[in-house]
């Protein structure tokens, strides 16, 4: 598609239960990227993919967090017992590349998770 | 590692005022920068980029930026405020793996 589209656009978790998340990038675009939004303003980097291969996980916590892209399926990020420091907007962002002129980040609308 | 300041969280300005946003990075390499807008409960749509050649940039919006190596500066500006320009507005640099360390954020008001 010429969008990220971001599913579900609302997630109510108890504690301790599990979200999964869902994005699909633009068409042809070979690079995922998910970020957290806390607050309004902080964004925090969890991870990219490269098609379907992790790229860069130097921002997730393993212990909860785990995120996939396989191929011909929306990437997914999934957390494990959700706690309440959870709560956040997550936003997946794709791009084709990650140098020159090719590393320009379009963000799906997001995905609001609210751990009550 | 990179990293984006923005000097003031908040901003307010008259409609048709110039409008100036500040942004600064620190970077170990030569920097990709970028600004971004987000409007309520949306995601973040780019207003213009820098990455190589000419340091003054265009945007959507009638906004530009202007690259300054030697003050570490990236600062946004628009000659004449909308009462559209209301938004959140990001700062942020990529790193070599192309993720986007982000400032954090602007809040500009606009009023009639």
């Known amino acids: 598609g010429e969008e990220v589209a971001q599913t579900p656009k609302h997630l109510v978790r108890g504690e301790g239960q599990k979200a999964k998340l869902y994005c699909a990038p633009i068409k042809g675009h070979s690079y995922v990227f998910w970020y957290q939004q806390v607050l309004k303003n902080e964004f925090k980097f969890l991870i990219s993919f490269q098609n379907e291969n992790v790229f860069d996980e130097t921002g997730m916590p393993k212990e909860r967090f785990s995120a996939k892209c396989l191929p011909n399926s929306p990437c997914s990020l999934e957390i494990q017992a959700t706690k309440l420091e959870d709560s956040a907007v997550y936003f997946c962002a794709s791009s084709q590349g990650v140098s020159g002129g090719y590393n320009e980040q379009f963000f799906g609308p997001g995905t609001r998770l609210t751990v009550l | 590692a990179q990293s984006v300041t923005q000097l003031g969280s908040h901003v307010s300005v008259s409609e048709g005022a110039l409008v100036l946003l500040r942004c600064n990075y620190s970077?170990?390499?030569?920097?990709?920068l970028f600004w971004y807008v987000q409007y309520p409960n949306q995601g973040l749509q780019l207003l213009l980029k820098y990455t190589t050649g000419a340091t003054l940039v265009k945007g959507i919006n009638g906004f530009e930026a202007e690259f300054k190596k030697s003050e570490t500066s990236f600062h946004l500006t628009k000659p004449s405020a909308h009462m559209s320009d209301a938004a959140e507005y990001f700062c942020?640099?990529?790193?070599?793996?192309?993720?986007?360390?982000f400032g954090q954020g602007t809040e500009l008001s606009v009023k009639p």
């Open positions: 942020a640099v990529s790193d070599t793996w192309g993720k986007l360390i």
């Open positions: 970077s170990s390499v030569p920097p990709y």
